[in-house]
């Protein structure tokens, strides 16, 4: 039997835009910093300019922490009173580079439901879409939040 | 291609296994991560009273954070431009302060619009056998015959 969810459908096909984001080498050595990250690739500009790139690389996942800077609507899903932040996706387009000027474009990609031994979570995921100065797709990144009874 | 340091897509075999590479996230870089994120602190990634209040028993690793060590890990190994898509699945709360072992295993090898793909099942366990987050991973590779 297929479950029914009750939420806004009209957010499909809506974009929700934010930026832009200024992806200097400082903001790629804080992350860095972060988790211990010491590849010269994305450390030491030399070492980048002399693998052809302009400047350090960011580290694949660095655009997952611009996503919360997107304001998302309340999708006002009638299902569950917990919230939690389930999985997430991050597919790499092209090399992000310090310099980089990135715009964020997120927009619901789908709701379902999922039945397991822990009962009927519903899962919702927001893809976003981060775009530089030259118009080339860098990076899509998924969020999926499950909502539990 | 003698100053490369990772792994040619000829030296990959299906059932490799990558790791486990051994971290721990500490308190300070948990705050740390949270401060470039812009996570307003305290919250219940670093404060006890608020992991408590969201019914954690301590202060949880973020998921967007697990996901970046577990990155680390695969670019450690394959090259800081080889990690083409990761999909990750936050199965229980990491906590702090605690060694976290990062593995893989490569479950496909495949020759795909020019580019040489490794697809691996990847997994963030704890010492007692906790698996925290578990996903896939492709990677890039060069040919060492190029």
Known sequence: ?149 | MADRNGPYFEDIDLGDEIGPVELVATDENVINFCQLWGNPMPNRFTSQEMAEASGLPSPIVPGVMSMAIMSQALTDWAGPEALKDLDLVFRQPVPHNKPLLISATVTDTRQEDGENLVECDVLMMGEAGERYVGGTALISLPSNEE
């Open chain 1, 1 to 149: 039997m297929t479950m029914e969810l009750e939420y806004n459908r009209e957010l499909y096909g809506v974009e929700h835009e934010a930026g832009p984001f200024a992806i200097t080498a400082d903001v790629i050595q804080t992350f860095n910093r972060s988790i211990g990250e010491t590849n010269p690739m994305y450390t030491d500009a030399a070492t980048a300019q002399a693998a052809g790139y302009n400047g350090v690389l960011a580290p694949p996942t660095l655009v997952t922490m611009l996503v919360r800077n997107v304001e998302l609507p309340d999708i006002e899903l009638k299902f569950g009173i917990m919230r939690f932040h389930a999985g997430q996706r991050v597919q790499s387009r092209a090399p992000i580079v310090a310099g980089d000027s990135l715009m964020a474009s997120s927009h619901l990609k789908e709701v379902y439901p999922k039945t397991g031994r822990s009962g009927t979570m519903v899962f919702t995921v927001w893809e976003t879409t981060f775009t530089n100065q030259d118009g080339v797709v860098v990076a899509d990144v998924q969020e999926s939040y499950a909502s539990r009874e």
